[in-house]
């Protein structure tokens, strides 16, 4: 679901070969830089739950806080070792500094935790030529796409993974009208994040043309490079009636799933009036969904995402019971 607090303002590798990394400027930066730093590393959570211990199951740093090393100290006590990279200290991580950057590379390393995903807003901006339903502004505009991809990739490398998060276009009307249109691009994508050495997790976002798992599979039909994947959230579907699991996700081409979002979502009858919930109530049979990948013997990453704050609770609280209950789900699912 969109980052709106930012926009408004400013498992391992599947089945898929691993592209092979390449030397950046900024990684060169970050070596340089933690060469001089010598803080004593973290000690790991004394147990891990059989969920953690199952999957390679993490979180959104900035659900926590967007003070990244109190983000991992909070995900460290749940005994998490995963997590995904969106927003770094009151900004986009495509926008953090070189020092930030390497900052951030001395506190995975400190802290024991490996980076899931690099998120980017690449493609949450409108298609030219066309007239989305949103009001929201494009942060960056189609202009900037490519170097906003780009600058995601030197943070991946920089951070030891190979997988940025995009988009399919702010939503219209009639999606099925521009599939091919946004499956053209983002094989251009594609073709830049190769020649960059990352793979491409294009997420089911409501508010973009890509929705639902059935969107989303049409438009990686025609789409077929190897480094072009999914990011799998099994809430944003409802909002537009989809059952995401299993509706949706047995749309979709199970070998091109290389990451998830985890959350919990609550409908009106007839899946009208969708919302976001904490992970393990509300509609989503997030069971099933863990059970599936684990029948499918996923060897993907998967984050809590959470975006909403619970009456008379704090985002950090929100997400602190949010994860609670994924943890459960997750310990049920593998039981």
């Keep these: 679901m969109r980052r709106r607090t930012f926009l408004k303002s400013a498992f391992a590798v599947s089945g898929a070969a691993v592209l092979a990394p390449r030397f950046h400027p900024l990684s060169a930066i970050t070596a340089d830089s933690l060469a001089t730093q010598t803080a004593p590393k973290a000690q790991p959570a004394k147990s891990a739950t059989s969920a953690t211990a199952g999957f390679k199951l993490g979180a959104i740093s900035d659900g926590f806080s967007s003070d990244f090393e109190e983000a991992l100290k909070i995900m460290k006590s749940y005994g998490l070792a995963w997590v995904e990279i969106r927003e770094v200290w009151g900004k986009y991580n495509t926008e953090a500094t070189p020092a930030e950057i390497g900052r951030i590379r001395h506190l995975l390393d400190q802290y024991d935790f490996k980076c899931s995903v690099v998120d980017s807003a690449l493609y949450k901006c409108t298609l030219p030529g066309t007239k989305p339903v949103t009001t929201e502004p494009d942060?960056?505009?189609?202009?900037?796409?490519?170097?906003?991809?780009?600058?995601?990739?030197?943070?991946?490398?920089?951070?030891?993974?190979?997988?940025?998060?995009?988009f399919t276009f702010w939503r219209l009307a009639d999606p099925p009208s521009v599939l091919t249109r946004v499956a053209e691009e983002l094989d251009k994508a594609a073709e830049v994040g190769r020649s960059e050495g990352v793979r491409l997790v294009i997420e089911d976002e409501e508010s973009c043309n890509g929705g639902t798992g059935h969107e989303l599979a049409a438009i990686l039909k025609m789409a077929p490079a190897s480094n072009l994947g999914i990011n799998w959230d099994v809430g944003n579907?409802?909002?537009?009636?989809?059952?995401?699991?299993?509706?949706?996700?047995?749309?979709?081409?199970?070998?091109?799933?290389?990451?998830?979002?985890?959350?919990?979502?609550?409908?009106?009858?007839?899946?009208?009036?969708?919302?976001?919930?904490?992970?393990?109530?509300?509609?989503?049979?997030?069971?099933?969904?863990?059970?599936?990948?684990?029948?499918?013997h996923y060897e993907g990453t998967m984050s809590l995402e959470c975006e909403f704050e619970a009456p008379g609770m704090n985002h950090q609280q929100t997400t602190r019971r949010s994860l609670e209950g994924l943890l459960r789900v997750a310990n049920q699912a593998l039981s």
């Design 139 to 166: 942060t960056y505009p189609y202009s900037g796409q490519i170097d906003l991809l780009k600058r995601a990739a030197e943070r991946a490398h920089a951070w030891g993974t190979d997988k940025v998060r995009g």
């Design 237 to 296: 579907g409802y909002m537009h009636g989809e059952v995401s699991y299993p509706d949706g996700y047995r749309a979709l081409d199970k070998s091109r799933v290389w990451h998830l979002h985890l959350k919990g979502m609550t409908c009106a009858a007839g899946l009208k009036d969708c919302q976001e919930t904490f992970a393990g109530e509300g509609v989503i049979d997030l069971a099933g969904q863990l059970r599936a990948l684990a029948g499918n």
